[in-house]
């Protein structure tokens, strides 16, 4: 009978998974806020106060604690995200043409719901085991922008239409919408070269412009409809040991599978060491694995628990070897932490956790983004030289192992948690849960594909007992709206260029479950 219980929990858990790769989202960074409608309810409290059989997606441990049950849930998600890229502040020097000026360019992401579900099973092996497995959504990106309100209406997107003007035109009038004329940084190659000095001899003719212009702006890797979809699922078989009636340890491998597309980003394949595997390449997807372990253990009116999860070592993005550092590898940051409940009436319990999840582990998302100087360095290299779209004449390319991120730090999560039993029927459950933006203000240019800058949440849920063996729990979540803004100034021979990135986002999620006990 186990063994036909546990198999029938790991294809469950495998559909489940398959479901969830394509939609999920989070809000910790890209990590979700907690797992399952009964932890979420507690804003994602639950490192020593387990409620359900996904309690191995926190900690291992508290699963020992947890009746035989199987919970399946359901989550719809609505994230609100805007990005704005304002060029105004760029003008190149008037070259008899004119001065070519930036656009303030802002959309609206388009990809506002989905649908997240999650599973888990636990039973007893005996009077010391517990087992159980459990398939989460952990976290994932998803933006997606459409034409933007720039200069080049229904033909760019919100980097295009924003920096567009400024790249320029040649004589020749190569680029649509910019009137012809030595424009932008194109003509001011053309008429001058790259020393800046007239008549040296350095100057780019015009047809090396034009087709460089066309490598930039009229490839088919770049259109109005822009985003990424990163989209990742844990799957963790869990053991559980109770030591004795108060003490527990917990080990689950974790297996991590993830999949992520990314379209309309032709303009920084002239910023890549690997320009073919940068955008619209379809979806990529790769495996891993990792590891977590935990601990609870009960004093009185007092339980205490910790976990730890290893980094979680993927496969590489091989189709986005271009766009991710060390060659499109993108692995799972491990995380670490503790928590506290405290059990003070048979009804009602308090829980706090602290986590933190160490996102500058991996250069994917942890390398910088480019300073003001680097990113209009990198229009010129494109620009100018006969190979463009080599990233050979960037210095931290795209894809090489410095290469350009998203500038992400470490993060440290605070979640606290209420659970009261107000009668044999209905339980109720409140939460708060804070983390900083994973980025400073900065990084917010390349950001505006990942915009992850909610830091305060709010929860509130219920479980209402059906019978004595089902139950169904609802939960609602709301992301306060925050948003970071930064101007980047240039220096040196870009002395008087500037622009600046705003990234605004909040977020509303309800959660439904339904457990059955036995």
Known sequence: MMKGILKRAVASAAVAAVLASPLAQATNGYFKIGYGAKNRGMAGAGMAFAQDSLAPAINPATLAS??????????????????????TGIGVPDLGAGAAQGANSSENSR????????????????????????????????????????????SGNIYTDAFGSVVGNTTTGSFPGVPAGPLGFAGFLEVIGPDGVPGSGDEIPAAVLDANLANLYGNSNTTPSLGVNLAQVLLTPTIVWKINQNHSLGFSPVIGHQAFRAYGLGLFQAFSSD???????????????????????????FSFGASATSKIYMEEFDDYSGLFAEQGDFDIPATFGGGIAVHFTPKLTVAADVTRILYGDVKAIANDGPTADEFFGAFLNALANPAPNSGAFVPRALGNNNGFGFGWDDVTVYKVGVNYALNSSWTLRAGYNYAE????????????????????????????????????????????????????????????????AKNDMYQNAIEVSYALTF
Not at 122 to 140: R, Y
């Open 66 to 87: 947890v009746e035989d049950r199987v919970d399946a849930g359901l989550e719809i998600f609505k994230p609100k995200r805007r990005g704005r890229v304002d060029a």
């Open 111 to 154: 990809s506002n719901t989905f649908l997240i579900p999650s599973f888990g099973i636990a039973k007893a092996w005996g009077s010391n085991f517990t087992l159980g497995i459990a398939a989460v959504a952990n976290g994932g990106l998803n933006t997606r922008y459409g034409d933007a309100d720039g200069v080049f209406p229904g």
């Open 275 to 301: 320009p073919g595997n940068v955008t619209n390449k379809g979806d990529d997807d790769s495996w891993g694995l990792g590891a977590r372990v935990g601990y609870q253990g009960t004093f009185g009116m």
């Open 437 to 500: 933006v994973p980025y400073d203000d900065d990084q917010a240019l390349f950001n505006v594909l990942a915009p992850a800058v909610v830091e305060k949440h709010v929860t509130a849920g219920f479980t209402y007992n059906v019978n004595s063996s089902s139950e169904v729990t609802m939960t609602y979540m709301h992301a306060f709206r925050n948003d970071v803004e930064h101007t980047y100034v240039g220096t040196g021979q870009f002395t008087g260029f500037s622009y600046t």
